[in-house]
């Protein structure tokens, strides 16, 4: 049994021991961290490796409770040490994963090796005291026996462990090529445990296609480098499911060195990635909800501030007002600073929600001014027109701004972090700059920022502009109409001085026309005296003839039959100018070829005919095969051609050939005669045509006599309306443009003090007349674009929902100040037209603009659209006044008004309707309207159906 001094012994040789294994722990995972720090490069993607050995180790040594102790640990000093982010506690899901895994194995060996530790000292206190125990043998092995049972209910419990974390083990005998699978690990793979053997070849077929090479890789690479390997894979089941498993091994090599086994653990980690995954797309929709949160923040501030671009035309008050906007919105600081005659710099507004700062900003301002010249912050931006965006301001800039130590620290007290300088700028000119700062707000600005900054600094110049084009609008006002009279007395006197250079320049054309066509005749009677002389008789004969033929046809085929004739031909055949001048029609032709020539067309300067007629001079064509001809009969029947053009003092109104079947050399006599005879036919076919015109006129004189009285009234009603349009775009124009410079003026007189009731109601009134006189400067410019035809279209695939759905937002302040309902009946969203959709919005706000001005308070207007095989109908109705029978056929005429007294109720000059029905006719369609007075009226938009509908 042994004496109470040796058992006092052992219990403190125990106490001691427990000690050391403790502080075992302790030392044990910090050597396995230097181990994996120092053979980081090494060990590649398994960088617990030592830990594993670290936890086996502890437990072997000290037991159950240090090897806790030392997993523990090694959790703390990976996490801490090697896994990202370094030298910090967190960690990402994937190493997560893997410290999990580790945890559960290192546990795991923990209590397997421990229990080998204690079954160890057990056996060690068991020989020490084999002597001292021998009478208590029957006692041990009952012990023994007991451990065993608990051994056993250990596996089992390993056995659960291993189930619950999908979590197998395997062994690869590499010389037998037999891989040994724990039955967790065929479970894992969806197998029955020991189902099938397994091989290295039947566990690469067992991984996914795409992954299978990886799985191949790794291995081959420890088993030649004897290193620890660590990788994630899919696998495939027999049932076809896919499942991603967290891989790990090592290899084994006998006492040469020689890898002779790998072992290793397979986790099934499927669930582990999906939720990883989940939690990424969660992410990123959270992203996406703040980002387009920003941008409606941004859309709402961009719609605020054009809103006050637009409430006043003093664009100084205006530009105050933005940037008074503008903080807290979108900065903790806004400047605006404007180009001043000279191009210098004018500091207009400087706002922050401290007054005091403010102050101290401007006294900053005074005493440092910016000079225009200044290759930095303002000057630059104004310079090159550039935006400059600096999203965190650093020591340097604000040491390189400063003008010395006490301007340096005052721009610190500021505390500015971030800015954006914007340039004013429109249409290439630039106004001035906007200056954005963040300072103690902490913010700080971003390419997004800069761009809702650019925005506003385009839209803050283009009210600019547009102040300073009224103000000069007015200013010239005066002048144009004093130039339009003196242009108007130059224009008379111009147009009488034309009318007389015409009749001089008319009348030495025909002397030289006659002088030049005497010569050549003189020229021809002296080359051919004989054959002239001999055919003069012949071609006077012929126009003794003709002359006798009452209608140009019957004149034509005479004078090509004598042709023909005289000159021994096959055929002959007049062509003439077409009214457009731009093509030759065969208006007779006699011989063989007489029905084959009729309804050619001949394009002048192409084909024989056409350069003849370019050319104004005759061609003689020996062999037709040689050249190109347009006319089919030419080219297939004819072999040798004379042509000839008719001329009348220049003028040309036709040609004429001859042509054999058989070739001919014509000679130039021929030529002479053909010539001659050209001549007397223009001459004879002008005088048949002035013959037909003057009995035509003749015909409908007496018709012209009894429309004159009718035409002398339609003159007057004319000459009324004319009055009456200008006495209506006198009215339109002259009141707003009175308004503006009246009240423009009251608001001048206090410019720097605050504005009155009675100054906001000038202020309102203003801006009423601007768009009036705007609406009916538009009007007349887009009018006298569509009837010059400068008016360019892009014709393309518009959904027609989106643009009727679009039209209430531009309608929406005229229909709520009369006090009207609008309502839009949506059409399929299918439908679509061929158009371009800029000018197919003019056109429909045109009309919506139409209906609300002659519909009274409390009317209805709706707007809706359907399809009719290959149209689409779109429909605007209104009750309002509607219009008169009589009226209906002349509203969509320019400058045409249902009322046209000088104080009736709708404004304009009569063009929007006007301008509808050019629109819709560029586009392919056309305009209706059908009204009942008393009732309303509608509108009807014809459009082509599109390809898509």
């Keep these: 049994m042994g004496s109470p001094a040796a058992a006092g012994d052992r219990a403190g040789f125990r106490l001691a021991s427990a000690h050391l294994r403790y502080a075992a722990a302790l030392v044990i995972p910090a050597l396995a961290l230097a181990a994996s720090l120092a053979a980081a490069p090494h060990i590649g993607r398994t960088p ?153 070849q039947g566990f690469l077929d067992r991984i996914h296609p795409d992954d299978r090479e990886l799985a191949r890789s790794t291995v081959e690479r420890a088993y030649r480098d004897r290193s620890p390997f660590a990788f994630v894979h899919r696998i495939v089941r027999p049932d076809g499911t896919i ?170 007290s500021l ?31 971003g390419p997004a920022d800069l761009a809702l900054i650019e925005d506003l600094g385009g839209r803050a110049a283009t009210a600019i502009e547009h102040a300073r084009l009224l103000q000069q609008l007015e200013s010239g006002r005066d002048q144009l109409e004093r130039q339009a009279t003196a242009l108007e007395t130059q224009a008379e006197q111009l147009m009488r001085t034309l009318e007389l250079l015409e009749a001089r320049t008319r009348a030495l054309r025909q002397a030289n026309d006659a002088l030049s066509r005497k010569t050549r005749e003189a020229e021809s009677a002296r080359t051919v005296a004989d054959l002239v002389a001999k055919r003069l008789h012949e071609v006077g004969r012929i126009t003794q003839a003709v002359l006798r033929r009452p209608t140009l046809d019957e004149v034509l085929h005479e004078l090509l039959e004598q042709a023909r004739l005289l000159l021994a031909t096959d055929e002959a055949t007049i062509l003439l100018v077409d009214p457009d001048g731009s093509h030759l029609s065969v208006r007779a032709s006699r011989g063989i070829l007489e029905e084959a020539a009729r309804g050619v067309r001949i394009p002048i300067g192409e084909g024989i005919a056409g350069r003849v007629a370019s050319r104004r001079e005759s061609l003689i064509f020996p062999d037709l095969s040689q050249v190109e001809a347009l006319s089919p ?152 674009r569509l009837e010059a035809g400068r008016v360019a279209y892009r014709l393309e695939e518009v959904q027609l929902d989106a643009v009727l759905s679009g039209l209430e937002v531009s309608i929406s302040p005229a229909v709520s100040e009369k006090g009207l309902r609008y309502a839009y009946q949506p059409c399929d969203p299918a439908l679509r037209v061929r158009a371009d959709r800029e000018k197919l919005e003019q056109a429909l706000l045109n009309l919506l603009t139409n209906a609300i001005k002659f519909t009274d308070r409390g009317g209805r207007i709706t707007l809706h659209a359907d399809s009719d095989r290959d149209r689409v109908a779109i429909r605007v109705r209104d009750t309002g006044m509607g219009i008169p029978a009589e009226k209906l056929a002349t509203i969509f005429a320019p400058f045409v008004q249902v009322e046209s007294a000088l104080d009736r109720e709708g404004g304009g000059v009569g063009l929007g309707l006007a301008i509808t029905r050019d629109i819709a006719r560029a586009l392919g369609g056309d305009v209706e309207a059908q009204s009942v007075v008393g009732e309303g009226s509608t509108f009807t938009l014809w459009l082509p159906l599109g390809n898509a509908g």
């Design 633 to 784: 009969y030419l080219r297939e029947s004819m072999r040798s051609l004379l042509t000839v053009p008719l001329l009348i003092e220049g003028r040309l109104v036709g040609v004429m050939h001859v042509g054999t079947v058989e070739p001919r050399a014509f000679t130039e006599n021929d030529q002479a005669f053909l010539e001659l005879l050209g001549e007397r036919a223009a001459s004879v076919i002008e005088r048949v045509r002035l013959d037909e015109a003057e009995r035509l006129a003749r015909a409908e004189a007496e018709i012209a006599r009894a429309e004159a009285e009718a035409a002398r009234l339609q003159a007057e009603a004319a000459n009324r309306a004319k009055s009456e349009f200008l006495a209506m775009m006198s009215h339109d124009l002259r009141t707003p443009l009175n308004a503006i410079g009246g009240y423009t003026q009251l608001l001048q007189m206090e410019v720097h003090g605050p504005l009155t009731e009675r100054q906001r109601e000038s202020l309102d009134r203003i801006g009423r007349s601007c768009q009036s006189l705007l609406a009916l400067i538009n009007d007349l410019l887009s009018f006298a």
């Design 415 to 445: 505390g500015l972090r971030s800015y954006v300088i914007a340039p004013l700028a429109a249409h290439g000119q630039v106004f001035g700059a906007l200056t954005c700062v963040y300072a103690e707000s902490g913010r700080a600005y």
């Design 48 to 200: 617990l490796a030592f830990f594993y050995l670290a936890a086996v180790a502890a437990s072997w040594f000290g037991g159950v409770g240090p090897g806790f102790l030392t997993v523990a640990l090694s959790i703390f000093a990976a996490d801490y040490f090697l896994f990202p982010p370094i030298h910090s506690l967190r960690v990402s899901a994937d190493d997560l994963v893997g410290l999990g895994a580790f945890g559960a194995t290192a546990t795991l060996l923990s209590l397997i090796t421990g229990s080998l530790h204690h079954a160890r000292r057990r056996a060690e206190r068991e020989r020490a005291v084999a002597s001292e125990l021998s009478g208590r043998l029957e006692i041990q092995t009952k012990v023994l026996e007991d451990q065993a049972a608990r051994a056993g209910a250990l596996a089992v419990r390993l056995s659960e462990a291993q189930e619950l974390a999908h979590l197998g083990s395997w062994e690869w005998d590499i010389a037998a090529d037999v891989v040994r699978w724990s039955d967790e690990m065929y479970r894992v793979y969806g197998l029955a445990p020991g189902e099938v053997p397994i091989t290295y």
């Design 243 to 412: 499942r991603v498993l967290q891989a790990s091994g090592e290899v084994i090599v006998d006492a040469s060195g020689v890898p002779v086994r790998m072992v290793g653990t397979g986790q099934d980690v499927t669930e582990l990635e999906e939720a990883s995954a989940q939690a990424r797309q969660l992410a990123r929709e959270q992203t996406a909800r703040s980002e387009a949160q920003a941008a409606a923040r941004r859309m709402a501030f961009l719609a605020e501030a054009s809103a006050v671009l637009g409430s006043s035309l003093d664009y100084e008050e205006t530009l105050r007002n933005l940037a008074r906007l503008a903080v807290p919105a979108v900065a903790d600081w806004c400047a605006v600073d404007i180009v001043a005659e000279g191009g210098a710099l004018r500091s207009l507004a400087l706002v922050h929600s401290d007054a005091e700062k403010v102050g101290l900003a401007w006294r900053l301002r005074e005493r440092y001014p910016t000079a225009a010249g200044t290759d930095y912050g303002v000057p630059r931006v104004i310079r090159t027109g550039k935006a400059e965006l600096m999203a965190e301001i650093p020591e340097s800039v604000l040491a390189g701004v400063a003008r010395d130590e006490e301007h340096l620290q005052v721009l610190r």
